[in-house]
């Protein structure tokens, strides 16, 4: 479904990417992890297309993307949950999931599909006139899910949707990022707290300073790598990681 | 002093100013520009005004909707032809991008017109008086109040029921994620130089109705009353442009009616130290806004 080949991309005269190279098929849930500045959101951004690539190619369903806008690239159906959630703060509710349906609107099916997102997160109901910036962050993160989900996306990338969350809430985060899988919805997820992704994800891509340092299944990544001291030692506050 | 001649005044000197600094916030919202062509597209309006209704005999109000279209219409140009090939480059190349659009249209005015002043003109009803409630006003700050009233009613029905709107408000708060939506960037942005020129035309019919004629630089002071209202009521949104507009109008008027008559010469010296306070005590203006100061390249 995503295949992204020898990616290499750079803000300003920083590398950040060095040749990055992964898969999604579809129905997959993957994850990639590694430490801050390994390149992880770096990768997602190149294929939304909010960051353009120095160098490889990104195809989706066949396409490639690598040089498109990302206003063309969600409109394909690939949407990007960015990272600290960045919702419209200054707009209500039902207006981020107005703006979320943007790519995709369809009169008919916009009152379904807001329907659903309300299934999934009561708790937007409630809150349609507020403005987004007085959400609790754990309700930010729903909204920018939801947000997503309104664009009915083949593909769905996640960045760091657990960050700054109460642990209360991971759990809420993450049994509804397995719900979504549960739907057939295609998940590109980048975490920090590893253990945490790994327990739901097919698939794992390990980066380290702009390259992919392992991919396999989540058991192969166990048996291979002492993921702990080599990936996550005193980074990031994930100090409950164990795998 | 104060009644309803200085209401009236005061009213339609706010609801005047309030659609010159709306025009230059609507595009800094989105691009961060401080757009200081801004005041040649009123130029532009009123040399339009100026050449339909001496080379034509096309009806008043018709020239007058046309004159708005073509400031519109510049507006975007610029955008098109001058703003869109620097915006991803740097923030400096926008700015003096700007500098440059404005000297061209000037130059360009003094050079196909004239650089003298002409005179523009107007229908009968600018220059007729009204009497409301035993208050005797031209009728043009009537209409001025009208206009705004109407303008700004369907603004903001516009930027909060339509998507286009709903797209222009996330698009000032955060550029980069309203992309990650599918909107368009070229789309919110060409739309908000459409609505500045909009604005910029309206603004060009009083403006250029107060003294009935229109020269190259005249688009200098409203350029510095839109500077002046979103120092005092907030560059960073529409609402704080708007309140600064009638603030500023406010103040103006009563500086006119309270300052001695040797003093009244010293007026905009008063005005001016009165920004400064305002950039001193509060350089966020009255209205704080949630637009972020992130640019879009």
């Known amino acids: 479904m995503l295949t992204v080949s020898e990616l290499r991309a750079s803000y300003g005269m920083v590398a950040a990417l060095h040749g990055v190279s992964l898969e999604v098929t579809e129905g997959e849930l993957v994850a990639l992890l590694g430490t801050n500045g390994a390149g992880k959101s770096t990768t997602l951004k190149s294929v939304a297309g909010a ?28 949407s990007l949950v960015p990272e600290g959630r960045d919702i419209f703060t200054s707009l209500t509710v039902a207006e981020n999931l107005r703006l979320g349906a943007f790519a995709s609107y369809d009169r008919a099916r916009y009152h379904e599909d807001l329907e659903e997102v309300f299934g999934l997160f009561p708790i937007l109901k409630e809150r349609l006139t507020q403005a987004g910036g007085l959400l609790s962050g754990g309700e930010q993160q729903q909204l920018a899910i939801a947000r997503a989900l309104m664009s009915r996306p083949r593909l769905l990338m996640l960045d760091e949707p657990s960050l700054g969350l109460a642990p209360a809430l991971v759990d809420q985060i993450f049994e509804l ?13 980048v975490e920090q707290n590893a253990e945490r992704a790994l327990e739901i994800a097919d698939r794992v891509y390990v980066l380290k300073t702009g390259n992919v340092e392992f991919a396999g299944t989540p058991s192969q990544l166990e048996r291979e790598l002492d993921i702990t001291e080599v990936y996550f030692g005193g980074e990031g506050g994930t100090s409950e990681v164990t795998v | 002093m ?14 005047l100013y ?10 800094y919202g989105i691009l961060k520009l401080v757009n200081f062509a801004y005041g040649e597209y009123i130029m532009i309006a009123g040399y339009a005004m100026f050449m339909l209704g001496t080379l034509t005999g096309l009806p008043f109000y018709v020239t007058m909707v046309l004159a708005v279209i073509v400031a519109a219409l510049t507006s975007y140009l ?20 700007s500098f440059a659009v404005s000297v061209m249209l000037q130059n360009a005015v003094v050079i196909l017109i004239s650089p003298r002043a002409r005179a523009v003109p107007l229908p ?49 708060d955060n550029f980069g994620t309203t992309r990650l939506m599918g909107v368009p960037a070229n789309l919110v942005i060409s739309v908000a130089f459409i609505i500045s ?19 190259p630089l005249i688009g200098f002071t409203p350029l510095l009353i839109a500077f002046i209202a979103t120092v005092i009521g907030g560059m960073h949104s529409l609402v704080g442009a708007v309140v600064g507009g009638f603030v500023y109008g406010l103040l103006f008027n009563l500086l006119s009616v309270t300052l001695p008559a040797s003093m009244i010469t010293y007026r905009d010296a008063f005005m001016f130290a009165i920004v400064i306070l305002f950039l001193v005590l509060r350089p966020e203006g009255l209205v704080r806004g949630s637009y972020t100061e992130e640019r879009v390249g």
Request: glycine share 8%.
């Open chain 2, 2 to 15: 104060i009644g309803g001649e200085f209401l009236i005044n005061t009213l339609s000197l706010g609801s």
């Open chain 2, 197 to 215: 020129g909009f604005l910029a035309g309206t603004v060009s019919i009083f403006w250029v109705g107060r003294s009935a004629s229109v020269e």
């Open chain 1, 177 to 189: 990022i397995a719900s979504l899988r549960e739907r057939n919805v295609t998940i590109l997820l």
């Open chain 2, 78 to 97: 610029t955008e098109l032809v001058a703003f869109r090939p620097v915006r991803t480059k740097s923030f400096n190349a926008m700015l003096v991008t």
């Open chain 2, 124 to 172: 009968p009803a600018f220059n007729a008086s009204i009497n409301i409630l035993g208050v005797v006003t031209p009728l043009r700050n009537v209409l001025t109040i009208i206009t705004a009233v109407t303008l700004l009613t369907a603004l903001t029905l516009i930027m909060k029921y339509t998507v286009l709107g709903i797209a222009m408000r996330a698009a000032a």
């Open chain 2, 18 to 27: 309030a659609l010159i600094a709306l025009g230059l916030v609507f595009v």
């Open chain 1, 51 to 78: 960051l353009r690539p120095v160098q490889g190619s990104i195809t989706f369903l066949g396409e490639e993307i690598a040089s498109s806008k990302p206003e063309a690239i969600v409109k394909k159906g690939l």
